[in-house]
């Protein structure tokens, strides 16, 4: 038992860069893509978040979108519905949350985080521009903890996450946007039990 219990408290000290602290709802997202599905948990102390995030996917918002941004050892964007076939009209910016929440907003390999506009002089995010797109982080970023809102976590799928993470794309700007040059299909997201 004890020799049980040492793993346990090694493997949480020294091993463990995916374990995060949030409080996780146990309403799991799946996301059926051209190359695998990915499942992920919500939060529950993210609720303007996760509550956007559940509402789009129930709307069929993200059904058919691509992932138009992917950078590799860092992380994989999509969300953006004028990528696929939704004519719901354009989706309402939300409040961030992170500023509440900075201790317990690191963005770590695994999580998913609101995505947003970002200045075009500075290039810096824009408070409170948050609406459907998201990214999964592939490694920790440090640099994004206090700018963008975690909200979940990759569950499983986190294989596929890292394929798509090493796709060929058009190049970083200014020569390109970090799109894959052939597409990867958010075909389907769903809440599941």
């Given at each position: 038992m004890a020799v049980i219990a040492l793993a346990v408290v090694a493997y949480t000290m020294l091993g463990n860069d995916n374990e995060t602290?949030?409080?996780?709802?146990?309403?799991?997202v799946l996301l059926e893509t051209s190359m695998g599905n990915i499942t992920i948990e919500l939060?529950?102390?993210?609720?303007?978040?996760?509550?956007?995030?559940?509402?789009l996917v129930?709307?069929?918002?993200?059904?058919?979108?691509?992932?138009?941004?992917?950078?590799?050892?860092?992380?994989i964007q999509g969300g953006?519905?004028?990528?696929?076939?939704?004519?719901?009209g354009t989706?309402?910016?939300?409040?961030?949350?992170?500023?509440?929440?900075?201790?317990?907003?690191?963005?770590v390999r695994g999580t998913i985080a609101m995505a947003k506009?970002?200045?075009?002089?500075?290039g810096q995010p824009i408070e409170d521009s948050g609406s459907s797109q998201f990214f999964i982080n592939v490694k920790y970023s440090s640099h994004l903890?206090?700018?963008?809102?975690?909200?979940?976590?990759?569950?499983?799928?986190?294989?596929?996450?890292?394929r798509i993470s090493e796709v060929s794309t058009d190049g970083d700007p200014p020569t390109g946007a970090n799109k894959p040059l052939e597409d990867v299909t958010l075909i389907r997201a769903q809440l599941i039990d």
């Open positions: 602290t949030e409080e996780v709802s146990g309403d799991l939060r529950t102390d993210m609720p303007i978040t996760t509550g956007n995030f559940k509402n129930q709307q069929g918002v993200y059904d058919g979108t691509i992932f138009h941004r992917v950078i590799a050892d860092f992380m953006d519905p004028t990528t696929g076939s939704w004519s719901g989706v309402s910016n939300i409040q961030d949350e992170y500023s509440e929440n900075a201790d317990n907003n690191k963005h506009t970002s200045n075009p002089t500075t903890d206090n700018s963008y809102t975690v909200f979940g976590e990759v569950v499983d799928g986190m294989d596929v996450v890292d």
